[in-house]
């Protein structure tokens, strides 16, 4: 899973973009984005009408190119949590 959070025009507002490789039902989906907006909350000490939650899945065959290259392999000054994982060779 990728996630990424991103604060809005101003410190009150974040958005927070997952992205799964497991292919999850709207109801999964919904509780993944009210856990996430829970915490957002918790943390950022902000109101849920602050928070946005987008999930995005990716295929298993795409994740290597359209995630782990762009969001991981390429983006550590973004990278907060490293996954476990290396698919490259």
Partial sequence: MREELKEGPDASCH????????????????????????????????GDDAVSVAIEEVTPGDWTEKVYKPDILNSPGKLYKKPGYNPLP
């Fill in 15 to 46: 958005h927070k973009d997952v992205s799964r490789k497991i292919r999850r039902s709207e109801d999964q989906k919904t509780q993944l984005a009210d856990a996430i907006v829970k915490d957002v909350m918790a943390f950022a000490k902000v």
